[in-house]
Structure formats: structure tokens, C-alpha cells
């Protein structure tokens, strides 16, 4: 048995000793009692009996020895700002962000929503929330008002904090109209926005409500605002993300369990020092952000580079030359952004001194060969892809090179990491599938590890539904992803089972797409299916039916009606989740019973063989769709 495998064995047969080592990587206000309660599955709680707090093992615990290091650098190439925070300098404005929140009679327990763009004062919001144990609910900035508002409404937000605007390739993007727009529609109203004011996009302020955070913050310029020691089980945050039906799930996440698991994720995984610089591409307002941007890097003792602006602006070389200026030694990525730099050339990486980096990690969407040998021939250092999901909260296949070095297998994340008990089900029997080269449903036996979800934000009964089965004698969790393991262990993403597309390493639903172009008044009906895309992995079309078809027209007033549905989704739920196209179609493709057929749309969408068609309805629909896209 090599030392991973003795490792990994380790983490699920000698569970308890396995974590209470990995435990002592944080700090603990307050010993733990048990490690893994199980008694109730599905839900595990992790370090029961423990008391500690995330922006202490954060931000509060490197004060003494490296207080003067860097700690947050934030570089936007939108607005030309540069501003490196060292861990004293991130310590007191954390401790002012908190100040500011309880003034504004935030407590522990409440929820503050923070849609920001990639700022600091969006990571001092979240370490401010961990640090007086609030929860935070980070909603990703391209987020419109629609998807803004259902997340308000579930997460009843005392507080929120937010900006006037974002940038994206130099042009303003504003957020407050679309804040009040989301406050509007939402029964729940919070009673404080704190708005961050950049000075890019005037706005109104609603008297007694909006407060403007530069002026709360000059009241708490010495604030003193001591960590609250959390239960280990108490809530840290909760993050929305799609899944089948159209209303997003509150992924809600514990407070010890998930510090651990990052700390060890840091050691055992990236392979982060103290002192060295981690640079995440991703955004906040997705899991990586909360991971791998604030909480990982941070807790490891790293400086962490916040960036906002594109991988190419103002040239592809943007990302390299601060690689080379803030030595970075950890660097995460997805594939589609590398996809893009691939259109350029790699002479724009090659002008940096790269020699301070030791990995370039993939995740959030399957990596394919000619991405991952373009971008290693161009940087020359290991590219390592990894297989999760927000609900994990942290790798569930890579490999673990920080305890043995493991070669990379082309098209394949890796290997069932540590505490994951990793399994794969075959579609229709539930059957484990044990041989190699299957096809099946990859799952988690439970208990799953520290830092994986808790629950369903309010809704323990569709965590249970969502996700788990039972199978004799236990309980899996589904990760809604096929897969298929080789015969050396090494499973490979097929792809997923349900109706979620990935977008550019975005997380969508079709649904919450669907219910937003099915509001349009002229449209009667409408499927949206992931394609393949050379560029964003997958992008969303779209085939409608239009309740009057006789006034559907000429090509310019398809043309036109196409135009208006795009916008409405850009208005609703932002510009990620816009189709590609929409097509019009006179009836779409279900079956007799009336479901719809989505993946024979998205088959023919591929030119795939849309398989057994026998329970199809009316062929011509197919048909139709076959005839709209030769
Ligand atoms: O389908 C899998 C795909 O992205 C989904 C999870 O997306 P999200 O919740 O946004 O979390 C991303 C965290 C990195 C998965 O169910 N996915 C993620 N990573 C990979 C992947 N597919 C293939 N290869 C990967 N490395």
C-alpha cells in the first residue's frame, strides 16, 4: 500500500484519530469532546463540545509572528488600484467592518448578505461576520435582481453590505439599482445596507436605511472588537447554488469542521507555507472565493491575492507579472480561464519570472488535454486538476502530493481525497460498481468529512431529499456527477445527472433560466440545455414556444423577441445565465406522460444520438430542432 492509501484508510477506518490530528493544524478556544457525532444520519457534526472562531484562526493568530507580512493584496486592473493589507493591517479593518456591523445591530446568528465586487471590504465583511458570529451570504456580483431577491427572501438578512458598482473590461457595472430592485421584490427587507462607495457610479441612498460605510468606518477607527468563540457546529456561512428545481439551495456550512478541513486541505493538498502568497482567480461570491481566496490561504498563515479584471486586460500576461511581483507559489484557476489566455500567446506568460510557483491548480469544470498541455508546456509547472462541488466546500478528488507525490492522469481529477468515502452507483439498481471502467454515479458514503455542508439553510428535509439514499446499512450522498473509475483508482467527471449546466466554470440551473424567459409574456414554454462549447465548456440555449405563433413574423422579429428575452434574463438573473440562443419551436419534445426530454434537445444540440426515443411523444418536435440548427 503506497502512504496515500495507507493515509486515505487511515481517514475513514481510524476516522476519529485521523481528524483530532488534523485538528491541531487551528486553534481551539476550547477543546473538542467528540469528533464525529454521527448518531443521526445523514448529518455529521464535526468537533462537538470545541469552541473557536474562523477570523481568529484567520486573521487573529499570525499577529505575533508575522503580523507584518502581507496578508490581503488587492489588485484591480479596472480601476488601477493596488493596496496590500498586512495581517495587523487586515486585523484592524476587520475589527472596524465588525464595529460597523454591530452598530447597525447585527448579532450573533443573524445573516448579513454581502453582494460586492471583488474588493477588500468584501473579505472584511465575511471575516467581520466570522468574527462576531454572524452568517454571512455572499452572493456573486453578476448576480441580477431576480436571483438577488429569492436569496434575500431566504435568507432574511438583518444587514447587508454591498457597493455602488464593479467593473468589468473598463465599463461600470452598477449594483445598487439592481440591490433596491432585489429589496423591492423581496417580502423580507433588511434594515441596514451598508454601501461601500467607490465613486465609480453615482446613486440614491434611502434615508434610515443606506449608510455609507467610509463615514461608519471613521466612527470605529480604533474599534476593539474581540472574536465570539463559536460552537465548532454553529453556522459560518451559507452560499446559494443551483441544483434541479428553480430555487437555489442554501449550502450552510459549520464553523470548526470547515476550518479544519481547509487548514488540512492547505497543507496536505496545495502545499501552501506560511508566508508564501496564494493567488485564486476566482470571485468571492462563488465556493472557491470562500475557500480558496479568504478562508484557506488566510488560515494557512498566506498572503492571498484578491484580483478584479480579466485574465487578458491589459494583456493575457496580467496574471503572470503577479505571479512574478507577489512571488506567488500557489496559484487556482478554472479551465475556461485558461482557455482564454490559450488565445493568446504564450509569450505573455513566458516575460514573468515564474520561478516562485510550485502548482497551478484546475477545478470547477473537466479539464480537457489540450488546455492542461497548453498551459503546462507554457508555465512549466505542475498543473493539478480538482474535483468538487460548493457543497463539499473543498476537493473531494485531486491528488494529496503534500503526502505523496502522485503522477497526474490526463482527463482525470485524481483520487478519492481523505475522509471521502468515495463510491460509485450504478444509475438504475443503487448497486456499488466495484469493477473498473463503469459508468456510474459518483457518491460519498457518510458520514462526510469536516467542511462539508451541514444542511440545507432552514431545510433539513430537502437536504435529506436532495441528496442522500439509503442503501443497506448506510447512507450515500449524491454528487449528481457521473463518473467512471480505471482500474488504478483514478475516476474520471462524465458529466452531470441532473439539470445543471456549467457555464464558463459557473454553477447554473436550467430551471431558474427557464422561469425567467417562461415570465416573458409571449412565451408559453421553453427548455434550456447545456452545449458544448469549445471556449466556456458549456453554454445554455434555449428553445421556446411563443403563445401566439402567428405573430412570431419574419426573421427580424425573431430576431427582435430573441433580443428581448435575452435582456430579461440579463435583468433578472444576470448576464452569466444568458443564452446563447433562443430558438423558437412550434411544440418541444416530451414524452406521452409530458415530461420534457431535455437530453435528447441536448444530444441533437451536440449532434449526439439522442438514444431511445420510444416514449417520445410527437417526433417532429425533434425533428424541428434538428431542422433549426442544420
Ligand atoms: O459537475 C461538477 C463540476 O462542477 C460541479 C460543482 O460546481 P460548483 O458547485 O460550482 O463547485 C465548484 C468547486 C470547484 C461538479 O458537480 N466540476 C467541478 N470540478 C470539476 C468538475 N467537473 C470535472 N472536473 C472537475 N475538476
Same mark, same amino acid.
Given at each position: 500500500?503506497?502512504?496515500?492509501?495507507? #493515509?486515505?484508510?487511515?481517514?475513514?477506518?481510524?476516522?476519529?484519530?485521523?481528524?483530532?490530528?488534523?485538528?491541531?493544524?487551528?486553534?481551539?478556544?476550547?477543546?473538542?469532546?467528540?469528533?464525529?457525532?454521527?448518531?443521526?444520519?445523514?448529518?455529521?457534526?464535526?468537533?462537538?463540545?470545541?469552541?473557536?472562531?474562523?477570523?481568529?484562526?484567520?486573521?487573529?493568530?499570525?499577529?505575533?509572528?508575522?503580523?507584518?507580512?502581507?496578508?490581503?493584496? #488587492?489588485?484591480?486592473?479596472?480601476?488601477? +488600484?493596488?493596496?496590500?493589507?498586512?495581517?495587523?493591517?487586515?486585523?484592524?479593518?476587520?475589527?472596524?467592518?465588525?464595529?460597523?456591523?454591530?452598530?447597525?445591530?447585527?448579532?450573533?446568528?443573524?445573516?448579513?448578505?454581502?453582494?460586492?465586487?471583488?474588493?477588500?471590504?468584501?473579505?472584511?465583511?465575511?471575516?467581520?461576520?466570522?468574527?462576531?458570529?454572524?452568517?454571512?451570504?455572499?452572493?456573486?456580483?453578476?448576480?441580477?435582481?431576480?436571483?438577488?431577491?429569492?436569496?434575500?427572501?431566504?435568507?432574511?438578512?438583518?444587514?447587508?453590505?454591498? +457597493?455602488?458598482?464593479?467593473?468589468?473590461?473598463?465599463?461600470?457595472?452598477?449594483?445598487?439599482?439592481?440591490?433596491?430592485?432585489?429589496?423591492?421584490?423581496?417580502?423580507?427587507?433588511?434594515?441596514?445596507?451598508?454601501?461601500?462607495?467607490?465613486?465609480?457610479?453615482?446613486?440614491?441612498?434611502?434615508?434610515?436605511?443606506?449608510?455609507?460605510?467610509?463615514?461608519?468606518?471613521?466612527?470605529?477607527?480604533?474599534?476593539?472588537?474581540?472574536?465570539?468563540?463559536?460552537? +465548532?457546529?454553529?453556522?459560518?456561512?451559507?452560499?446559494?447554488?443551483?441544483?434541479?428545481?428553480?430555487?437555489?439551495?442554501?449550502?450552510?456550512?459549520?464553523?470548526?469542521?470547515?476550518?479544519?478541513?481547509?487548514?488540512?486541505?492547505?497543507?496536505?493538498?496545495?502545499?501552501?507555507?506560511?508566508?508564501?502568497?496564494?493567488?485564486?482567480?476566482?470571485?468571492?461570491?462563488?465556493?472557491?472565493?470562500?475557500?480558496?481566496?479568504?478562508?484557506?490561504?488566510?488560515?494557512?498563515?498566506?498572503?492571498?491575492?484578491?484580483?478584479?479584471?480579466?485574465?487578458?486586460?491589459?494583456?493575457?500576461?496580467?496574471?503572470?507579472?503577479?505571479?512574478?511581483?507577489?512571488?506567488?507559489?500557489?496559484?487556482?484557476?478554472?479551465?475556461?480561464?485558461?482557455?482564454?489566455?490559450?488565445?493568446?500567446?504564450?509569450?505573455?506568460?513566458?516575460?514573468?519570472?515564474?520561478?516562485?510557483?510550485?502548482?497551478?491548480?484546475?477545478?470547477?469544470?473537466?479539464?480537457?488535454?489540450?488546455?492542461?498541455?497548453?498551459?503546462?508546456?507554457?508555465?512549466?509547472?505542475?498543473?493539478?486538476?480538482?474535483?468538487?462541488?460548493?457543497?463539499?466546500?473543498?476537493?473531494?478528488?485531486?491528488?494529496?502530493?503534500?503526502?505523496?507525490?502522485?503522477?497526474?492522469?490526463?482527463?482525470?481529477?485524481? %483520487?478519492?481525497?481523505?475522509?471521502?468515502?468515495?463510491?460509485?452507483?450504478?444509475?438504475?439498481?443503487?448497486?456499488?460498481?466495484?469493477?473498473?471502467?463503469?459508468?456510474?454515479?459518483?457518491?460519498?458514503?457518510?458520514?462526510?468529512?469536516?467542511?462539508?455542508?451541514?444542511?440545507?439553510?432552514?431545510?433539513?428535509?430537502?437536504?435529506?431529499?436532495?441528496?442522500?439514499?439509503?442503501?443497506?446499512?448506510?447512507?450515500?450522498?449524491?454528487?449528481?456527477?457521473?463518473? %467512471?473509475?480505471?482500474?488504478?483508482?483514478?475516476?474520471?467527471?462524465?458529466?452531470?445527472?441532473?439539470?445543471?449546466?456549467?457555464?464558463?466554470?459557473?454553477?447554473?440551473?436550467?430551471?431558474?433560466?427557464?422561469?425567467?424567459?417562461?415570465?416573458?409574456?409571449?412565451?408559453?414554454?421553453?427548455?434550456?440545455?447545456?452545449?458544448?462549447?469549445?471556449?466556456?465548456?458549456?453554454?445554455?440555449?434555449?428553445?421556446?414556444?411563443?403563445?401566439?405563433?402567428?405573430?412570431?413574423?419574419? +426573421?427580424?422579429?425573431?430576431?427582435?423577441?430573441?433580443?428581448?428575452?435575452?435582456?430579461?434574463?440579463?435583468?433578472?438573473?444576470?448576464?452569466?445565465?444568458?443564452?446563447?440562443?433562443?430558438?423558437?419551436?412550434?411544440?418541444?419534445?416530451?414524452?406521452?406522460?409530458?415530461?420534457?426530454?431535455?437530453?435528447? %434537445?441536448?444530444?441533437?444540440?451536440?449532434?449526439?444520438?439522442?438514444?431511445?426515443?420510444?416514449?417520445?411523444?410527437?417526433?417532429?418536435?425533434?425533428?424541428?430542432?434538428?431542422?433549426?440548427?442544420?
Amino acid at each position: 500500500m503506497s502512504s496515500y492509501e495507507a #493515509f486515505h484508510r487511515r481517514s475513514i477506518e481510524d476516522r476519529d484519530a485521523f481528524w483530532t490530528e488534523q485538528a491541531m493544524l487551528v486553534d481551539w478556544h476550547r477543546p473538542f469532546d467528540r469528533v464525529c457525532n454521527y448518531d443521526n444520519p445523514p448529518f455529521a457534526r464535526w468537533f462537538e463540545g470545541g469552541q473557536t472562531n474562523l477570523c481568529h484562526n484567520a486573521v487573529d493568530r499570525h499577529l505575533s509572528v508575522r503580523g507584518d507580512q502581507n496578508a490581503l493584496i #488587492f489588485v484591480s486592473t479596472e480601476t488601477n +488600484a493596488e493596496r496590500v493589507y498586512s495581517f495587523r493591517e487586515l486585523h484592524l479593518e476587520v475589527q472596524r467592518m465588525a464595529a460597523v456591523l454591530l452598530a447597525q445591530g447585527v448579532k450573533k446568528g443573524d445573516r448579513v448578505l454581502i453582494y460586492m465586487p471583488m474588493i477588500p471590504e468584501a473579505a472584511f465583511a465575511m471575516l467581520a461576520c466570522a468574527r462576531i458570529g454572524a452568517i454571512h451570504c455572499v452572493v456573486f456580483g453578476g448576480f441580477a435582481s431576480h436571483a438577488l431577491a429569492s436569496r434575500i427572501e431566504d435568507a432574511t438578512p438583518v444587514a447587508i453590505v454591498s +457597493a455602488d458598482a464593479g467593473s468589468r473590461n473598463g465599463k461600470v457595472v452598477p449594483y445598487k439599482p439592481l440591490l433596491d430592485e432585489a429589496i423591492r421584490l423581496s417580502s423580507h427587507k433588511p434594515s441596514s445596507v451598508v454601501m461601500v462607495d467607490r465613486g465609480l457610479e453615482p446613486f440614491v441612498s434611502l434615508p434610515g436605511r443606506d449608510h455609507d460605510y467610509t463615514a461608519l468606518r471613521e466612527q470605529h477607527l480604533n474599534a476593539q472588537v474581540p472574536c465570539e468563540w463559536l460552537d +465548532a457546529t454553529d453556522i459560518s456561512y451559507t452560499i446559494y447554488t443551483s441544483g434541479t428545481t428553480g430555487k437555489p439551495k442554501g449550502v450552510q456550512r459549520d464553523t470548526g469542521g470547515y476550518a479544519v478541513a481547509l487548514a488540512a486541505s492547505m497543507k496536505h493538498i496545495f502545499m501552501g507555507e506560511p508566508g508564501e502568497t496564494y493567488f485564486s482567480t476566482s470571485d468571492i461570491g462563488w465556493v472557491v472565493g470562500h475557500s480558496y481566496i479568504v478562508y484557506g490561504p488566510l488560515i494557512a498563515g498566506m498572503a492571498t491575492i484578491m484580483y478584479e479584471g480579466l485574465p487578458v486586460r491589459p494583456d493575457a500576461g496580467i496574471w503572470w507579472q503577479l505571479v512574478e511581483k507577489y512571488k506567488v507559489s500557489v496559484m487556482f484557476s478554472a479551465p475556461t480561464a485558461v482557455r482564454v489566455l490559450k488565445k493568446h500567446d504564450a509569450a505573455y506568460l513566458q516575460k514573468y519570472d515564474l520561478s516562485s510557483l510550485k502548482a497551478l491548480f484546475l477545478a470547477g469544470e473537466p479539464l480537457d488535454e489540450p488546455t492542461a498541455t497548453w498551459i503546462a508546456d507554457a508555465i512549466g509547472v505542475p498543473i493539478i486538476d480538482n474535483y468538487w462541488q460548493t457543497e463539499s466546500g473543498w476537493p473531494i478528488l485531486t491528488i494529496a502530493n503534500g503526502i505523496e507525490k502522485k503522477r497526474s492522469v490526463f482527463g482525470s481529477p485524481g %483520487i478519492p481525497m481523505y475522509g471521502y468515502n468515495v463510491k460509485l452507483l450504478h444509475e438504475a439498481t443503487g448497486e456499488e460498481l466495484t469493477g473498473a471502467d463503469e459508468r456510474g454515479v459518483v457518491v460519498v458514503e457518510g458520514p462526510t468529512p469536516p467542511g462539508f455542508m451541514q444542511t440545507v439553510w432552514k431545510d433539513d428535509a430537502r437536504f435529506i431529499n436532495t441528496y442522500w439514499k439509503s442503501v443497506p446499512g448506510k447512507m450515500v450522498y449524491s454528487t449528481f456527477d457521473w463518473g %467512471i473509475r480505471d482500474k488504478n483508482g483514478y475516476y474520471f467527471i462524465l458529466g452531470r445527472t441532473d439539470d445543471v449546466i456549467n457555464v464558463a466554470g459557473h454553477r447554473l440551473g436550467t430551471r431558474e433560466i427557464e422561469e425567467s424567459i417562461s415570465s416573458h409574456p409571449r412565451i408559453a414554454e421553453v427548455a434550456v440545455v447545456g452545449v458544448a462549447d469549445a471556449l466556456k465548456g458549456q453554454v445554455a440555449m434555449a428553445f421556446a414556444v411563443v403563445k401566439d405563433a402567428a405573430t412570431l413574423g419574419d +426573421a427580424a422579429a425573431r430576431l427582435a423577441l430573441e433580443g428581448e428575452i435575452m435582456k430579461r434574463v440579463d435583468e433578472q438573473l444576470g448576464a452569466v445565465a444568458r443564452p446563447a440562443r433562443v430558438h423558437f419551436v412550434s411544440l418541444l419534445p416530451k414524452t406521452r406522460s409530458g415530461k420534457m426530454l431535455r437530453r435528447a %434537445i441536448q444530444a441533437v444540440c451536440e449532434g449526439r444520438d439522442p438514444g431511445d426515443l420510444t416514449t417520445m411523444d410527437d417526433p417532429s418536435a425533434l425533428q424541428q430542432i434538428r431542422d433549426l440548427l442544420a
